[in-house]
């Protein structure tokens, strides 16, 4: 009753209906849709306010939100939290694995707070900035007919069998539009999103696979040659512009 009462109070303020009362399924009306857009606008205002107030004690705790794609992450992620993590103790990290895809969604839906990206993966509503780059290459076991190779065209691709990311994966869509503009097919011996499935199978000899140049450099008796021509990654650590970023992120920022 008291719910209700506070409810009937604020539909006379607003002078407009904000539920649907025909039927014993309540639900939102058009008017009460917009309010709680705006309302919940208030609460992560002052959900920053509150954040703000906190980043006064001088970052002596707090937390970052991070999303990496995981293969990026296997070489570049883990030095830099290190190397955070020995300036600020008090910061607790929580770093996210995943897709490109499962990653913007994250950030836009705020489930984390500063995100890594390819560059063509950025929202351009988005603040960002470059932290590196990598190179997509052909990796295959040393004794593979083409380890010898310094570059591979696509129509060596033809009928070749391929262990590729799945579609999530840009790395998967780069692979589809070379191929696809000289007109060649290969076949998939493995699909999959776990990269350390694909590597594996990757140096058993089972088939081609799309790596970064700094992961197959790490892996023993698996040979990276480039595409012809070469396919760069950029990826860039991004966060949404229009809103407050905490203290803690701005240092992990500046850091990386």
């Given at each position: 009753?008291?719910?209700?009462?506070?409810?009937?109070?604020l539909?006379?303020?607003?002078?407009?209906?904000l539920?649907?009362?025909?039927?014993?399924?309540?639900?939102?009306?058009?008017?009460?849709?917009?309010?709680?857009?705006?309302?919940?606008?208030?609460?992560l205002g002052?959900q920053?306010?509150?954040?703000?107030l906190q980043?006064?004690?001088?970052?002596?705790?707090?937390?970052i939100?991070?999303?990496?794609?995981?293969?990026?992450?296997?070489?570049?992620?883990?030095?830099?939290?290190?190397?955070?993590?020995?300036?600020?103790?008090?910061?607790?990290?929580?770093?996210?694995?995943?897709?490109?895809?499962?990653i913007?969604?994250r950030?836009?839906?705020?489930?984390?707070?500063?995100?890594?990206?390819e560059?063509?993966?950025?929202?351009?509503?988005?603040?960002?900035?470059?932290?590196?780059?990598?190179?997509?290459?052909?990796?295959?076991?040393?004794?593979?007919?083409?380890?010898?190779?310094?570059?591979?065209?696509?129509s060596?691709?033809?009928?070749?069998?391929?262990?590729?990311?799945?579609?999530?994966?840009?790395?998967?869509?780069?692979?589809?539009?070379?191929?696809?503009?000289?007109?060649?097919?290969?076949?998939?011996?493995?699909?999959?999103?776990?990269?350390?499935?694909?590597?594996?199978?990757?140096?058993?000899?089972?088939?081609?696979?799309?790596?970064?140049?700094?992961?197959q450099?790490?892996?023993?008796?698996?040979?990276?040659?480039?595409?012809?021509?070469?396919?760069?990654?950029?990826?860039?650590?991004?966060?949404?512009?229009?809103?407050?970023?905490?203290?803690?992120?701005?240092?992990?920022?500046?850091?990386?």
């Amino acid at each position: 009753p008291a719910l209700s009462m506070a409810v009937s109070r604020l539909e006379d303020e607003l002078g407009v209906s904000l539920f649907n009362r025909a039927t014993r399924q309540i639900s939102v009306t058009a008017e009460g849709r917009v309010f709680l857009a705006r309302a919940e606008a208030c609460l992560l205002g002052l959900q920053g306010a509150h954040r703000e107030l906190q980043d006064l004690t001088q970052l002596h705790s707090g937390e970052i939100r991070l999303g990496v794609p995981p293969m990026y992450g296997i070489r570049h992620i883990p030095d830099l939290l290190m190397q955070f993590r020995a300036r600020y103790p008090g910061i607790a990290m929580h770093v996210g694995e995943g897709s490109a895809d499962g990653i913007n969604g994250r950030l836009a839906k705020r489930d984390i707070d500063v995100a890594l990206l390819e560059a063509r993966r950025v929202d351009p509503e988005w603040a960002s900035v470059l932290l590196g780059s990598d190179e997509m290459v052909l990796c295959m076991n040393h004794q593979h007919p083409l380890a010898q190779a310094s570059s591979l065209p696509a129509s060596e691709l033809q009928d070749r069998e391929m262990l590729v990311f799945d579609n999530t994966f840009l790395q998967r869509h780069l692979l589809d539009a070379f191929c696809a503009s000289a007109k060649v097919r290969y076949r998939i011996a493995l699909e999959s999103n776990f990269v350390s499935l694909v590597i594996a199978a990757t140096h058993s000899g089972m088939g081609i696979s799309t790596l970064l140049r700094s992961v197959q450099q790490q892996t023993d008796g698996v040979v990276g040659v480039s595409f012809e021509p070469p396919q760069f990654m950029h990826f860039n650590l991004c966060w949404r512009a229009d809103e407050y970023v905490s203290l803690a992120h701005q240092r992990f920022i500046e850091m990386a």
